[in-house]
């Protein structure tokens, strides 16, 4: 059933088991789950399932062939393809949030974002060596500012104060632009693993150059003929 979305029933039965984990294990929660699996399908390459299960699980051990934990694990990759088939069809992701302790109408999305982020630190090559470390920052920055980065940062807040009017309306506006950047760092890195992407950041020889077979030709009587 890869293709059919989760229904409501299977997300309930997840996060009952995710309530109730089997021994040796301490699994994501239901919200950061969905937002490390966002992180974790996009990226320079895919992290593969040997890599994210035991993160998600909270533990190492063989899960992927322990039958006492099959249901539990079978959906969270329900979850995963549920992710990767979202955010691969341009749709928007229906966040699982969970409400504030204060008991606000307003959702809790920093365990979500932090999901996010752990998801991001597990990619292999690093984000930030991949691409322009620029172009990466901007896909990030939303997300970082709603994980709390001002709090832990000083010297990142002070670089922001110049156009920092208001920290609250700043968050709010990260709020809002979470689906857009959460789809736009997938989009992003889908489009870079592109065949073409590769071959470009290669540096072009000019046709003056010594030729790169080694043949102590230039390129334009060589190869480049």
């Known amino acids: ?25 301490n699994p994501l929660w239901l919200d950061s789950l969905q937002g490390f699996f966002a992180a ?31 249901e539990l694990v079978g959906l969270i990759d329900r979850l995963h393809g549920d992710v990767l088939a979202s955010l691969a069809a341009g749709a928007e992701l229906p966040f699982l949030l969970y409400g504030n302790e204060e008991g606000t109408e307003e959702f809790d999305v920093e365990p979500w ?46 670089s922001l104060a110049p156009t920092l009017a208001d920290e609250t309306e700043l968050k709010a506006r990260c709020r809002d632009s979470m ?3 959460v789809q736009e760092g997938f989009d992003y890195w889908i489009e870079w693993r592109k065949p073409e992407t590769i071959r470009n950041a290669s540096p072009k020889v000019g046709r003056n150059d010594p030729c790169p077979c080694g043949s102590g030709k230039k390129y334009k009587v060589c190869h480049g003929a």
Not at 42 to 68: F, T
Not at 116 to 122: A, C
């Open 179 to 181: 689906p857009a950047a």
């Open 113 to 158: 974002v932090h999901g996010y982020l752990e998801g991001v630190s597990l990619s292999d090559p690093p984000w930030d060596e991949a691409s322009d470390g620029e172009t990466v920052d901007e896909l990030l920055f939303p997300l970082l500012i709603l994980a709390g980065g001002l709090e832990d940062d000083a010297e990142w807040k002070a």
């Open 1 to 25: 059933m890869p293709d059919i979305p989760m229904t409501e029933a299977e997300i309930d039965r997840l996060e009952t088991l995710l309530g109730t984990p089997p021994e040796g294990a």
């Open 40 to 70: 974790a399908v996009s990226g320079p390459r895919p992290i593969p399932r040997e890599k994210w299960l035991p993160v998600v699980m909270g533990g190492e051990r063989d899960w992927a062939n322990d039958p006492a934990v099959a």
